[in-house]
């Protein structure tokens, strides 16, 4: 039987997300809340790409971690993949700037 304790658990911060909003110059909250602004919506779109390509993490716990549909993240990734491949110069340069932020938390 588990154990119940009354101190309550402390989440730990999400460094990669703390990092990659700073670089943005956004806070974490933009990126989860139900923002739908092409602005915002391209950089959540951008850290399901970090996410998923550079870090390795599949669209499922992406999901859960930006409170979104494992579909919603999938088309974000998609999405990003596409603008880098036709060579979209703004979101190159977003890509360059955040593709280096380590993916440990």
Request: aromatic fraction near 6%; proline fraction near 3%; include cysteine.
């Amino acid at each position: 039987m588990k154990t119940i304790t009354k101190t309550p658990l402390v989440g730990t911060p999400n460094q990669v997300m703390d990092e990659f909003a700073r670089r943005m110059t956004v806070t974490p909250m933009e990126i989860i809340a139900r923002n739908k602004s092409a602005q915002i919506s391209e950089i959540r779109h951008l850290y399901c790409k970090l996410r998923h390509d550079a870090h390795g993490v599949s669209c499922s716990e992406i999901a859960r971690e930006i409170g979104r549909t494992f579909d919603t993240v999938k088309y974000g990734v998609n999405r990003i993949n596409d603008m880098l491949l036709i060579g979209d110069q703004r979101v190159m340069e977003m890509w360059d700037g955040v593709k280096d932020i380590l993916g440990n938390y």
